[in-house]
């Protein structure tokens, strides 16, 4: 159980053009999401935390307005690059967790953006 | 947010045991310590959570002291395909986001 989806696994597209990556619960419904960066050879960094229904917040540096997140329900997330840029050029992994107390993350396969 | 202090990185050998310790000086009474294993370009993957004392899977052992400021991973009998990058985070539960240290690049020699 707790599988996590990510969709596309990995994309190219041009400079200014806008990239959707969708992250699915498939087994079970996830009230809070997570998405993360991860730039080559280095740690993940949290972007944002999103919950079902609500406004995402966003941590210190990530601009709102170019990383949308949309948690429309409770086992769909997604996060749109708007006018990317090389620099956004990155592996992008959501996790999802049901919001019990202790329970831990579950991690999704990651997505894969080149921009060119 | 807890921060979490791993070695960069270890070596083994196939079949040897592999401990990894973390410390987290500064853990909060509610928090939860779990290790990750991350493959290039993919997800974390959940190998182990633990409060306090042994916490055994099928996969690796968590030992916790009393005071709770370090953890070990425990890996038995390594093989190759453990060569990874091993992260330990602490938090309260799912509801917390997770600050992701440097991680511990494990790699396992032939």
């Known amino acids: 159980g707790a599988v996590v989806s990510q969709h596309p696994s990995r994309v190219i597209c041009k400079s200014g053009t806008s990239v959707k990556i969708e992250c699915r619960s498939l087994?079970?419904?996830?009230?809070?999401m997570f998405w993360y960066r991860q730039f080559p050879k280095q740690s993940l960094m949290l972007m944002a935390t999103?919950?079902?229904?609500?406004?995402?917040?966003?941590e210190q540096g990530v601009e709102k307005d170019k990383f949308l997140i949309n948690h429309a329900s409770l086992t769909l997330s997604t996060l749109t690059v708007t006018s990317a840029h090389p620099e956004d050029s990155s592996f992008y992994i959501c996790?999802?967790?049901?919001?019990?107390?202790?329970?831990?993350?579950?991690f999704g396969p990651g997505t894969r953006l080149l921009v060119l | 947010l807890a921060k979490t202090t791993q070695p960069i990185s270890m070596d083994s050998y196939e079949g040897q045991e592999v401990n990894i310790t973390c410390s987290h000086n500064?853990?909060?009474?509610?928090?939860?310590i779990t290790w990750y294993q991350q493959f290039p370009s993919q997800g974390p993957r959940f190998i182990i959570q633990?409060?306090?004392t042994k916490v055994t899977n099928e996969v690796a052992s968590l030992f916790i002291p009393a005071d709770r400021k370090s953890s070990t991973l425990s890996l038995p009998r390594v093989s190759l395909s453990d060569t990874a990058v091993y992260y330990c985070?602490?938090?309260?539960?799912?509801?917390?986001?997770?600050?992701f240290g440097s991680g511990t690049q494990l790699t396992v020699l032939p």
């Open positions: 985070l602490v938090g309260a539960g799912s509801a917390r986001q997770l600050t």
């Open positions: 999103s919950n079902e229904g609500s406004k995402a917040t966003y």
């Open positions: 500064n853990i909060a009474t509610n928090d939860y």
């Open positions: 996790s999802a967790t049901r919001g019990l107390a202790e329970e831990t993350q579950y």
């Open positions: 087994d079970f419904q996830a009230t809070t």
């Open positions: 633990g409060y306090k």
